[in-house]
């Protein structure tokens, strides 16, 4: 059962769930998003709780309406979502992360993976 964050509102929370398996590859773009109802039994949630996040994304344009068939990832939308989060991860993330890093003296070598 997902837990949820009492700080923020429950249908962003969604949106950001699910926007995290659009990033993933989990939604794949042109595919059609699973059903309010698939998704409110999922997470164990309201559908209006459901239809209110899918509607976000939907204004953040990730998603788009066909008559008659539902709601599916947009073509381009995993691309618009990286951005997205590689500019807020860059203005509000990295800084702290990088004084903490020099704080603790890692280096970029400290940070190869391949050795």
């Known amino acids: 059962m997902p837990t949820w964050d009492n ?20 939604l794949d773009e042109g595919q059609p998003m699973p059903s309010v109802r698939s998704l409110a039994s999922s997470y164990v949630l309201n559908p209006l709780t459901v239809s209110r996040a899918l509607q976000a994304l939907d204004e953040d344009g990730l998603l788009e309406h066909r008559r008659g068939l539902g709601l599916y990832v947009r073509l381009g939308a995993r691309d618009r979502l990286r951005q997205a989060a590689r500019a807020r991860f860059m203005a509000s993330e990295w800084p702290a992360l990088r004084a903490r890093l020099q704080r603790l003296g890692i280096t970029e070598h400290d940070l190869d993976w391949t050795h």
């Open 7 to 26: 700080h923020r509102p429950i249908y962003q929370q969604l949106a950001d769930r699910l926007a995290d398996r659009l990033l993933d590859g989990e």
